[in-house]
């Protein structure tokens, strides 16, 4: 006990600093079962605090089964108790800084410079000043009723497509959308296939659940509906309107073969409509949902569209679904926050959200533009871009060449990051002729330098 010291100006009271002393000296040994403490009195002198706090630093000992107290008798250490000493020295994690490059093509990043913050505050502040009591509560698992009516309305007015609310369910982005299909879909062992290349993130969501995992190849339309013929799966995840990463949009034909597939085999398309807002030539794709609501799981995101921190998105469910979809929800975080939910519809309501979609699909587009312009001007006719005009990123195919790690290397050290479609193969090796630039965050003097640094490195290598 001669090693028990107080500080008088610590945050942390003095009956528990001394609690959590003699707590450690019995968990490592020092104390050892039946050991005698001395008395109150004896210690409050010794540590030269009153007896009042030694008593209450033994009361939550005594609580807390860590000493045994008996009327006369002196505190002794209850036994059983000691986990041993650690003499063994953990190395310490030194965070690395994050990674500056004088251009970064990452691909999924919208521009939140031109994101109307102000009007957002303004509609939160709106919406938390009009709460009732009853909104601090617990809410719907399906989520607020007036956003799954606003995303109805933006949904007839969009795309043409009429969704009942009641088959609208709020989530905490696409990720928890699809981790949640794939619980339901997936969990009793069965296979969920995905097109290839995919998205790394949703692979890796998507097995995190246990989930096995069936590629099928796609080309310059989509996913290739002839192999299904040699698969049995319980779901089929697809990018129909703009596959990613390689841009096809999927063909009627094709369609309604998943459909007939889906039919046929008791399955389910589970739909990804990830940035089909942002499409630069002609309407809206219609989606794959409208041609067999019953078949098909749709999953939509204002992250890309709005801000990633919004943490909000949705899913369209066929009713079979609906019913066990509500109880893994409950039992998983059971809602959203109503905050942003509410802030979000009154977005839509008052068409703030229409607005913006119309700033930033003409923002992207000329960036995109930008983009095509400087791989012309920089590079010779050895390239085509993938894909239809759409979307946050451009896929390049280069003509008799293969960009292995160290052309990646070369790439950021000369300040550029660069993805390869390779990163979101399964099966390596069919696309490494093929970069992903990502170009929706950055300014046009920004694509045209990092377009320059990029040619550079490639006539380099």
Known sequence: MNTIQVERKHDIPIKRQIYQKIRDQILKGYLTA????????????????????????????????????????????????SIGTYSKKIAKIIPQGKKRYIVDFQTGRPDLRHFPQYLWQQIMYKITRNFKMKDFGYGDPQGMLALRREISAWLLRSKGLSVNEQDIFITSGATQALHLISNLLGRTGNTIAVEDPCNQGVLQTIINTGCGIKAIPVDEEGIKTQQLDKINVRAIYTTPSHQFPLGGILPAARRAALIRYAKATASYLVEDDYDS?????????????????????????????????????????????????????????????????????????????????????KLYKERRKALLTALK?????????????????????????????????????????????????????????????????LETAEIQKGIEILCNVIKNS
């Open 277 to 361: 807002e942002f499409r630069y030539v002609g309407d809206p794709i219609a989606p794959l949902y409208a041609m067999a609501p019953s078949h098909v799981v749709y999953i939509g995101t204002f992250s890309k569209v709005l801000f990633p921190a919004i943490r909000i998105g949705y899913v369209i469910l066929p009713q079979e679904l609906q019913s066990p979809w509500r109880k893994l929800r409950l039992h998983t975080d059971v809602q959203n926050p109503p905050y942003e939910q509410a802030a979000l519809a009154e977005f839509l309501y008052t068409r703030k959200f229409d607005h913006h979609i119309r700033t930033m699909k």
């Open 377 to 441: 001007i920089n590079l010779d006719s050895s390239w085509k871009s993938w894909g239809d005009a759409a979307g946050l990123h451009l896929a390049i195919e280069f003509q008799n060449r293969i960009f292995n790690t160290d052309f990646f290397n070369r790439c950021q050290k000369s300040g550029i990051r660069i993805t390869p479609v390779e990163y979101h193969a399964i099966q390596k090796g069919q696309h490494s002729n093929k970069l992903l630039l990502g170009y929706g965050h």
């Open 34 to 81: 039946g050991a005698a403490l001395p008395s109150t009195r004896e210690l409050s002198k010794q540590l030269k605090v009153s007896r009042s706090t030694i008593c209450e630093a033994y009361e939550m000992l005594i609580t807390e089964g860590f000493l045994i107290h008996r009327q006369g008798a002196a505190t002794r250490v209850a036994p059983g108790l």
